[in-house]
Every structure is written in structure tokens, then in C-alpha cells.
T-cell receptor, first 116, second 112 residues
Framework: DAGVTQSPTHLIKTRGQQVTLRCSPK?????VSWYQQALGQGPQFIFQ???????QRGNFPDRFSGHQFPNYSSELNVNALLLGDSALYLC???????????????FGSGTRLTVV | DAKTTQPNSMESNEEEPVHLPCNHS???????IHWYRQLPSQGPEYVIH???SNVNNRMASLAIAEDRKSSTLILHRATLRDAAVYYC?????????????FGKGTKLTVNP
């Protein structure tokens, strides 16, 4: 049973560009959350998607946006990239209503984004 | 956001028990306490969680203080594969949605 799949694994972009990261949740999960992890820090919550809608958002600017598709997969888009956006971007999936209280979140291995 | 406080690092010997402490004095009544661990170049891995009562699973035990302002993750016999950064996290559920609030975690070193 595949866990959470993220692509690409690594990415290098130039300041001002736009990037799209992708996530396929674990089978049976319908909720996707995105986290940003800077080097040496804990992950920071960006937003959560359920039923194709953004349900909660962390303290991130509007340059960060997302989408969830009918098959529960998700994309994270970042516009006008800054050097400070360089980080590991993690996707976590869960099953709403069971839920997290029983099994916890399943995280992917992340996408390492470097902005130069 | 409710916050957690953990020691930056701890060290243990293989085959010995490890007690990883966490303070969460601003926890609210509906916040679950979760523990995750993260190995280098990997995403966090779920370890255990609880609300009020102590919990046990195949990986670890979680001891929660009666006032819920602190908790302790217990690894009964540390192995080299347990070397990781351990995060004590509050799962905040608000308005039908939820999120995990991570701190900086405790880096656990296991000596052979």
C-alpha cells in the first residue's frame, strides 16, 4: 500500500518564478495538508484541503495557494518566489472523521525547493 | 497557536529506556498531544498520540500529566534506528478543521 507520494523530490527555481508541487495521498485518505520546513526548524502549517476546499490556513501570504482534485490529490503553488521560500515542502494526508485521532497523519518525504 | 517546549537534544545508550519530555502549558481541552519523529531526508513519522490517558503502542508509550500541561514519550529500549528528531505536537481542531503545530523538536542520539 503506497503511502504519500510527492513530486518532484528536488527543484531549483529562480527568484520571481512560480512553482507547482504535487501530492498523492495515502490510499483511503481524503484530507491533505501542506507544511513548510526550513533547515533546522520544525514544519510549519501552510493549509489543509478537504472536499476540494481550503479548510484552514496558516500564516502564509497569498503567494501560496493550493488545489485539491476529485481524486483527493493536491497541488501547492507558490508565485513570485523569494529566496526565503527555499525549504522542504511536506504533504500530509489523513482521513477526516476517523480520524487523525486514531491513526495520525501520514507524511510524504517532501519536495526540496531551492530558490536562487 | 498553542506551543510546546522540548529540550534541544538528548542522548541515550542502546538497549536503555529513553524519556523525552514535553511542556505544553497553554494546551486547550480539545487539543490532542501527538508525537512524531523525523529521520534525515524523510518526512515526519507518526509515533503515538493521546488526549488525557496514558497510551501504549508497539513503538512507544505516552505518559500525560494529570493537568495535561506536560507529557513524556517513553521508548522502552532504544535502538540505533530510534535516532531522530522527535516532535511533541498539539493537534488543534478549530471550526471543523485541524492542524499540527510543530516546535523545534528534540534531537535524540543513541550510542551503541
Amino acid at each position: 500500500d503506497a503511502g504519500v507520494t510527492q513530486s518532484p523530490t528536488h527543484l531549483i527555481k529562480t527568484r520571481g518564478q512560480q512553482v507547482t508541487l504535487r501530492c498523492s495521498p495515502k490510499s483511503g485518505h481524503d484530507t491533505v495538508s501542506w507544511y513548510q520546513q526550513a533547515l533546522g526548524q520544525g514544519p510549519q502549517f501552510i493549509f489543509q484541503y478537504y472536499e476540494e476546499e481550503e479548510r484552514q490556513r496558516g500564516n502564509f501570504p497569498d503567494r501560496f495557494s493550493g488545489h485539491q482534485f476529485p481524486n483527493y490529490s493536491s497541488e501547492l503553488n507558490v508565485n513570485a518566489l523569494l529566496l526565503g521560500d527555499s525549504a522542504l515542502y511536506l504533504c500530509a494526508s489523513s482521513r477526516r472523521g476517523t480520524g487523525v485521532a486514531v491513526y495520525g497523519y501520514t507524511f510524504g518525504s517532501g519536495t526540496r525547493l531551492t530558490v536562487v | 497557536d498553542a506551543k510546546t517546549t522540548q529540550p534541544n537534544s538528548m542522548e541515550s545508550n542502546e538497549e536503555e529506556p529513553v524519556h523525552l519530555p514535553c511542556n505544553h502549558s497553554t494546551i486547550s481541552g480539545t487539543d490532542y498531544i501527538h508525537w512524531y519523529r523525523q529521520l534525515p531526508s524523510q518526512g515526519p513519522e507518526y509515533v503515538i498520540h493521546g488526549l488525557t490517558s496514558n497510551v501504549n503502542n508497539r513503538m512507544a508509550s505516552l505518559a500525560i500529566a494529570e493537568d495535561r500541561k506536560s507529557s513524556t514519550l517513553i521508548l522502552h529500549r532504544a535502538t540505533l534506528r530510534d535516532a531522530a528528531v522527535y516532535y511533541c505536537i498539539l493537534r488543534e481542531a478549530r471550526g471543523g478543521s485541524e492542524k499540527l503545530v510543530f516546535g523545534k523538536g528534540t534531537k535524540l542520539t543513541v550510542n551503541p
